[in-house]
């Protein structure tokens, strides 16, 4: 049976939704609609960066012959690391037929739902780490999906590799006849299976304060796994994604301490004008109560206020 993912123009339709759902919700006065507001505007952010992902494998989807080329470039570059060779390791699990059908349904329909589970358990019980993980997110993301801009042809569909595509042999695939419109086929490099499994993984083992979080490293582990014996990724692929989310991480850091000083910096300077302004306002209320003013004090010549009170004059 095929499996298949949301396809983009949806994710975009269902983000413009929730996303105008959410931004409506701001003029409410209930407190519980302001809140679905903010989730449904997080929600779209996340539709957004998914529909992105599966439009880059139509833009990518041109250049069939380089990106061929280009995947037996990674090959040769790990066999000179010494790294483990995808085909063996594919042999060993294609021995069992249940487990290698598990890696196919697993690389199929764990990635998406499992952050569709993640943010919003992130967003309702820790939000306070809810936005700097979500930045983080965005940024491994379209980082992803900038580089995958130059097509990279997967082992499967790199005939000389003799890389089995698991999921077509099983009738198990989300992709599509290849040519046509569908998930991204020329995209295997970096794998974003493996940053959004890493991201996931290490956040709920930062964040959550269970001694069962610990198993969830298990996620980014058996996703590496997963997408090199199904054929889809080389071993580099998730490790340049692992690469880019620790890149995300510290820009992440970066920006935002930027972002906090300048906006202190702001707030100090508008406190100085406020404190300056309330001085000169002080200032001049003072000069004003002790300058002289003239008064009617006899019949014949004006008296100054302040003068003593039998009206005698001292001078």
Known sequence: ?????????????????????????????????????????????????????????????????????AGQGIWDVERWMHLPNERSLQQLFLKSRPLIQACNVYYASVHIPSMLIFLPWLWFFHRAHYPPIRNVIALATLWCLAIQLIPVAPPRLVPALHVVDTPALFGQTVYPSFGKSGPAQL??????????????????????????????????????????????????????????V??????????????TRWLASRSHKGSDAILVSAHESNASAACSASTPTLVRGSRDRPSLVGTPPDGSDRS
């Open 1 to 69: 049976m095929a499996l298949t993912w949301i396809p983009w123009n949806v994710a975009v339709e269902a983000g413009a939704v929730v996303g105008t759902a959410g931004v409506a919700a701001r003029t409410s006065s209930r407190r519980w609609v302001t809140r679905a507001g903010k989730f449904f505007r997080e929600l779209a952010i996340v539709l957004v960066l998914y529909a992105l992902w599966r439009v880059v494998g139509t833009i990518s989807i041109v250049k069939v012959n380089g990106a061929i080329h």
């Open 187 to 244: 995209s295997a490099m970096p794998s974003v299976h493996v940053a959004w499994a890493l991201i996931i993984g290490v956040a709920i083992v930062i964040v959550s304060s269970s001694r069962w979080r610990w198993i969830f490293l298990a996620h980014p582990v058996v996703t590496s796994v997963v997408v090199v014996v199904t054929g889809n990724h080389y071993w580099l692929d998730g490790g340049v994604a692992a690469v880019i």
């Open 246 to 259: 620790l890149l995300a991480v510290v820009f992440e850091r970066w920006a935002r301490g930027v972002i």
